[in-house]
Protein backbone atom coordinates (compact mmCIF):
# COMPACT_ATOMS: atom_id res chain seq x y z
CA UNK A 1 0.00 0.00 0.00
CA UNK A 2 1.56 3.72 -0.63
CA UNK A 3 2.08 5.87 1.98
CA UNK A 4 2.39 9.13 2.02
CA UNK A 5 5.46 10.77 4.24
CA UNK A 6 5.47 14.56 4.90
CA UNK A 7 7.90 16.41 6.01
CA UNK A 8 9.58 20.02 6.20
CA UNK A 9 7.26 21.83 8.75
CA UNK A 10 8.56 23.60 12.18
CA UNK A 11 8.69 26.77 14.11
CA UNK A 12 9.10 29.92 11.99
CA UNK A 13 8.45 33.81 12.20
CA UNK A 14 5.49 35.40 10.57
CA UNK A 15 6.77 36.25 6.95
CA UNK A 16 9.25 33.71 7.27
CA UNK A 17 9.16 30.83 4.62
CA UNK A 18 9.39 26.63 4.74
CA UNK A 19 9.56 24.17 2.45
CA UNK A 20 7.14 20.96 2.72
CA UNK A 21 7.49 17.62 0.94
CA UNK A 22 5.56 15.14 0.40
CA UNK A 23 7.26 11.52 -1.07
CA UNK A 24 5.18 8.46 -1.89
CA UNK A 25 6.74 5.07 -1.21
CA UNK A 26 5.75 3.34 -4.52
CA UNK A 27 5.29 5.10 -7.56
CA UNK A 28 1.98 3.50 -9.05
CA UNK A 29 -0.08 5.91 -10.74
CA UNK A 30 1.80 9.15 -9.04
CA UNK A 31 2.93 10.64 -12.03
CA UNK A 32 -0.72 10.27 -13.23
CA UNK A 33 -2.59 11.68 -10.20
CA UNK A 34 -3.56 15.54 -9.65
CA UNK A 35 -2.05 15.90 -6.10
CA UNK A 36 -2.96 18.19 -3.34
CA UNK A 37 -1.34 19.64 0.01
CA UNK A 38 -4.24 20.22 2.55
CA UNK A 39 -4.47 21.68 6.02
CA UNK A 40 -6.35 21.43 9.23
CA UNK A 41 -5.86 23.75 11.86
CA UNK A 42 -7.21 23.03 15.47
CA UNK A 43 -10.90 22.78 15.74
CA UNK A 44 -11.16 23.25 12.14
CA UNK A 45 -11.65 21.31 9.05
CA UNK A 46 -9.00 20.09 6.67
CA UNK A 47 -8.61 22.87 3.97
CA UNK A 48 -7.70 22.19 0.55
CA UNK A 49 -4.46 24.59 0.14
CA UNK A 50 -3.30 23.76 -3.38
CA UNK A 51 -3.13 21.17 -6.15
CA UNK A 52 -1.31 20.16 -9.41
CA UNK A 53 -1.79 18.13 -11.95
CA UNK A 54 0.29 15.66 -13.74
CA UNK A 55 1.16 18.01 -16.03
CA UNK A 56 2.60 20.13 -13.80
CA UNK A 57 -0.66 22.92 -13.17
CA UNK A 58 -1.23 24.20 -10.20
CA UNK A 59 -4.30 25.62 -8.36
CA UNK A 60 -4.42 27.49 -5.05
CA UNK A 61 -6.86 28.47 -2.61
CA UNK A 62 -7.21 32.25 -2.30
CA UNK A 63 -5.61 32.40 1.26
CA UNK A 64 -2.21 31.45 -0.19
CA UNK A 65 -2.32 32.75 -3.43
CA UNK A 66 0.64 35.12 -4.43
CA UNK A 67 2.60 33.26 -1.24
CA UNK A 68 2.44 29.60 -1.98
CA UNK A 69 4.11 27.59 -5.01
CA UNK A 70 3.32 23.60 -5.20
CA UNK A 71 5.82 21.66 -7.98
CA UNK A 72 6.30 17.58 -8.12
CA UNK A 73 9.36 15.65 -9.38
CA UNK A 74 7.49 12.62 -10.57
CA UNK A 75 11.21 10.72 -10.91
CA UNK A 76 11.02 11.38 -7.39
CA UNK A 77 7.48 10.19 -6.23
CA UNK A 78 7.15 14.08 -4.62
CA UNK A 79 5.65 16.58 -3.85
CA UNK A 80 6.80 19.94 -2.58
CA UNK A 81 5.02 23.12 -1.27
CA UNK A 82 7.08 26.40 -0.95
CA UNK A 83 5.81 28.36 1.21
CA UNK A 84 6.99 32.80 1.48
CA UNK A 85 5.65 35.08 3.79
CA UNK A 86 3.89 32.80 6.35
CA UNK A 87 1.25 34.05 8.13
CA UNK A 88 -0.03 33.32 11.61
CA UNK A 89 -3.43 31.68 10.42
CA UNK A 90 -1.53 29.62 8.02
CA UNK A 91 -0.54 27.31 11.46
CA UNK A 92 -1.69 23.81 10.94
CA UNK A 93 -0.92 20.81 10.39
CA UNK A 94 -0.32 20.35 6.53
CA UNK A 95 -1.32 16.92 4.85
CA UNK A 96 -0.66 15.57 1.07
CA UNK A 97 -2.91 12.96 -0.51
CA UNK A 98 -4.55 12.87 -4.40
CA UNK A 99 -7.00 15.41 -5.30
CA UNK A 100 -9.70 12.73 -4.49
CA UNK A 101 -7.87 11.87 -1.09
CA UNK A 102 -7.91 8.16 -2.48
CA UNK A 103 -4.85 7.25 -0.45
CA UNK A 104 -4.06 6.39 3.61
CA UNK A 105 -3.12 10.04 5.17
CA UNK A 106 0.00 9.86 6.32
CA UNK A 107 1.24 11.97 9.59
CA UNK A 108 1.18 15.37 8.22
CA UNK A 109 4.02 18.01 9.44
CA UNK A 110 3.34 20.81 11.54
CA UNK A 111 3.77 24.26 10.37
CA UNK A 112 3.70 26.62 13.23
CA UNK A 113 4.40 30.46 12.70
CA UNK A 114 4.47 32.96 15.33
CA UNK A 115 3.24 36.66 15.60
Known amino acids: QVQLVESGGGLVQAGGSLRLSCAAS?????????MAWYRQAPGQQRELVAM???????TYADSVKGRFAISRDNGKNTVYLQMNYLKPEDTAIYYC????????WGQGTQVTVSS
Open 97 to 104: NTRRMSLP
Open 26 to 34: RSLLFKLDT
Open 52 to 58: ITASGAP
